[in-house]
């Protein structure tokens, strides 16, 4: 019989805390936590922490390509996955969809967040639901909604940590997969393909990614032209835009690779010239000398690991912003 939970809506709860601590006092939910099965939480087998990041739109009552490398990931049917459902308005229908689909994968423990407001986001009792998780997985709906409920709360904070420190997964489609990065997608005011200055606008996100905006949905919805009009903002910042049905597999600082049934894009600004500080608002935008990368299912880079070496000079810098690894050499010191 598979253990499944839908997490009530608690009582009261300590305020928000800064990322990695409890406020007030209060207990750490980590120290002296006992996991499900009974280990101690310093004692499950430590994996690498991976974090899957979808286009939306995925499979969940076919093959379900997408969402069963997330289940292997977290460690397969025996996996504890818990399903936060905050980015959404209509969070039990949200729950339905993943609760069947991951029971369909054979997971046995599926458990729902289903957070209502920043006051339970940051109920410790909530947050070791997250510290015990082998998997998380954020579901589709509004990115902002998603990050004024749990943006710097305990949630937040235990989301962190078992990245860290058990290498838990962590995956978001949609939504929750622009929510990744610490600059998020926050709006777009024009739908128009040729992109112009200031329409588009950027938020904090979690901050599982250092250098990166995510933008979802992306050949589906023809969205080239905005993720354009984000670098051309912040040159700095690398724009990837993923398909539907389609995830960015990051495995943390050693590479990546290309999962389902269309690719990611990566636009590269940082060599480009623009026009962005000399044109008033609304007026279009020239960009030059900006990379595109194109990279189907399939495609793996590894900078780390059995597999390093694979990756192409012109792509390595982009793969080394995308795992937070730096490819500049250490000074040697005299």
């Known amino acids: 019989m598979a253990r499944k939970t839908d997490m009530p809506e608690l009582g009261a709860a300590s305020d928000a805390g800064a990322r990695g601590a409890l406020p007030g006092g209060a207990p750490d939910p980590v120290d002296g936590h006992r996991l499900p099965d009974g280990t101690?939480?310093?004692?499950?087998?430590?994996?690498?922490?991976?974090?899957?990041?979808?286009?939306?739109?995925?499979?969940?009552?076919?093959?379900?390509?997408?969402?069963?490398?997330?289940?292997?990931?977290?460690?397969?049917?025996?996996?504890?996955?818990?399903?936060?459902?905050?980015?959404?308005?209509?969070?039990?229908?949200?729950?339905?969809?993943?609760?069947?689909?991951?029971?369909?994968?054979?997971?046995?423990?599926?458990?729902?967040?289903?957070?209502?407001?920043?006051?339970?986001?940051?109920?410790?009792?909530?947050?070791?639901?997250?510290?015990?998780?082998?998997?998380?997985?954020?579901?589709?709906?509004?990115?902002?909604?998603?990050?004024?409920?749990?943006?710097?709360?305990?949630?937040?904070?235990?989301?962190?940590?078992?990245?860290?420190?058990?290498?838990?997964?962590?995956?978001?489609?949609?939504?929750?997969?622009?929510?990744?990065?610490?600059?998020?997608?926050?709006?777009?005011l024009s739908s128009d393909a040729l992109p112009s200055k200031g329409d588009t606008y950027l938020a904090a996100g979690l901050g599982f990614l250092q250098r990166i905006v995510v933008d979802q949905h992306f050949s589906e919805r023809q969205r080239l032209g905005r993720l354009l009009?984000?670098?051309?903002?912040?040159?700095?910042?690398?724009?990837?835009?993923?398909?539907?049905?389609?995830?960015l597999v990051i495995e943390n600082g050693a590479g990546f690779e290309v999962i389902g049934n269309g690719a990611i894009t990566i636009v590269d600004g940082r060599q480009m010239s623009s026009n962005f500080l000399e044109i008033a608002r609304n007026e279009r935008l020239e960009l030059v000398n900006v990379k595109l990368h194109l990279l189907p299912a399939g495609a793996r880079y590894y900078l780390r690991g059995p597999e390093a070496g694979s990756v192409p000079r012109a792509l390595r810098e982009a793969v080394a912003a995308v795992i937070s690894v730096s490819t500049v050499t250490e000074p040697t010191l005299s």
């Not at 051309?232 to 835009?241: E, R, T």
Request: charge should be negative; glycine fraction near 12%; aromatic fraction near 4%.
């Open 40 to 188: 101690a939480q310093g004692d499950r087998t430590r994996r690498a922490g991976h974090l899957v990041i979808i286009g939306g739109g995925e499979d969940r009552v076919n093959e379900k390509t997408v969402l069963a490398r997330f289940v292997e990931l977290a460690g397969g049917p025996s996996a504890k996955v818990v399903v936060l459902t905050a980015a959404s308005t209509v969070q039990r229908e949200m729950w339905k969809i993943y609760d069947e689909a991951f029971g369909a994968l054979g997971v046995q423990s599926r458990t729902h967040l289903a957070i209502r407001d920043r006051e339970q986001a940051s109920d410790p009792e909530l947050a070791r639901q997250i510290l015990s998780a082998d998997g998380i997985f954020m579901t589709g709906g509004d990115q902002k909604r998603l990050l004024a409920m749990i943006g710097g709360t305990l949630i937040d904070a235990a989301m962190h940590r078992v990245f860290k420190e058990r290498g838990a997964c962590i995956a978001g489609t949609s939504a929750g997969a622009s929510a990744m990065s610490e600059h998020m997608m926050a709006a777009s």
């Open 229 to 247: 009009g984000v670098v051309a903002q912040n040159p700095y910042l690398l724009g990837i835009g993923i398909d539907e049905d389609t995830a």
